[in-house]
């Protein structure tokens, strides 16, 4: 058997599309233009591209791109304050710190200042207990992206068999919370998994959040079963610099049915998931109908 790809950039681009569409809609109808707001602090060379391009995009589908670039010695009461006049500014509709934060600052008590309704990241305390509970929240961006792309392959989820690899809050858990919402029997794998091998074989799912080169081989892989890798490792191959996932692409793809590549899967679909909450976020705080297909 051979895999069918799963396109991501090219889904991304489809969901970015939607998120265009409801913002000239909301323009048009209701005069309104969602406004993200991301946080910077500090100089670290990744997350500085993750903000251009997240800046890039938010601007690109008609939202309202701010950015609040900080020192990395900024103290946490300066932070704070930033933080309450965005939550307080109804111009913004989404706000996003970007993480890691320098390490003198408390990363929890930092997200949980976001207002729940404009933590477009998903990572506030309320949503991580709404979504839990099955109820309207704001979804981990990561997560939602991987969701999507599973529903667009597979129509229900109903019964299929899942497994998620990895238990992270901002990964793993809201992962396996999604697929229990549209009615996976889920299990979560992590470091500590006896035999992981034999649960993997199990899964009409796997999703693979570990941030280990290749881990996964073709050969723990159930006939047919979809593979969306979230891993993103930096390997050196041949002499060159290469980025691989957590699957060994080309075993898993001669035995799934479906897999997701990296680059190219998972990856794009984090920013337009980011966008699309943007968007949700906005609709919600005017009392308006979410955009459909952008949510969980
Ligand atoms: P994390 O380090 O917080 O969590 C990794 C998880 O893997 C842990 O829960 C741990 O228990 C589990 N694990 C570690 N070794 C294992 C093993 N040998 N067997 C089974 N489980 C094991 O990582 P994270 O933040 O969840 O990210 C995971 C990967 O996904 C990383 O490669 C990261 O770069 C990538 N990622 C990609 C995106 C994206 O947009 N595509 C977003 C977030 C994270």
């Not at 991304?12 to 233009?33: F, G, I, N, S, Y």
């Not at 791109?65 to 932070?79: M, P």
């Not at 470091?191 to 290749?214: C, M, Q, Y």
């Not at 993103?232 to 897999?259: P, Q, W």
Request: a negative charge.
């Amino acid at each position: 058997m051979t895999a069918t790809i799963i396109d991501g950039k090219a889904f991304a681009a489809r969901v970015r599309e939607q998120v265009a569409e409801h913002v000239t809609r909301l323009k048009t109808d209701h005069d309104l233009k969602p406004g993200l707001a991301v946080v910077l602090v500090g100089e670290d060379p990744a997350s500085q591209v993750y903000v251009r391009s997240k800046g890039k995009m938010t601007v690109e589908v008609g939202m309202n791109s701010v950015e609040h670039k900080l020192d990395a010695d900024t103290s946490e009461a300066d932070l704070l304050s930033l933080i309450d006049q965005l939550n307080n500014d109804p111009e913004i509709h989404g706000i996003l710190v970007q993480l890691p934060l320098p390490k003198h600052l408390d990363e929890d008590l930092v997200i949980n200042s976001v207002a729940p309704e404009k933590d477009v990241d998903g990572f506030h305390i309320s949503n991580v207990g709404l979504l839990g509970t099955g109820q309207k929240s704001m979804v981990p961006c990561t997560p939602l992206g991987c969701l999507m792309m599973l529903r667009d392959h597979h129509g229900s989820l109903s019964g299929m068999d899942a497994v998620v690899i990895g238990r992270s809050n901002i990964v793993g858990k809201p992962m396996a919370q999604l697929l229990l919402g549209d009615s996976c029997t889920v299990t979560i794998a992590h470091s500590r998994t006896k035999d992981l091998a034999d649960v993997v074989r199990r899964a009409d799912i796997v999703v693979a959040a570990v941030g280990r080169p290749e881990m996964v081989p073709g050969d723990w892989i159930k006939p047919g079963a979809t593979v969306i890798d979230v891993g993103i490792n930096r390997i050196e191959r041949d002499g060159k610099n290469k980025l691989v996932g957590d699957a060994d692409f080309d075993s898993c793809a001669a035995v799934a049915g479906a897999i997701t590549p990296v680059p190219g899967g998972v990856g794009p679909m984090t920013i337009a998931c980011l966008l699309a909450n943007t968007v949700t976020a906005c609709c919600r705080a005017n009392g308006l109908a979410e955009p459909e297909g952008l949510t969980a």
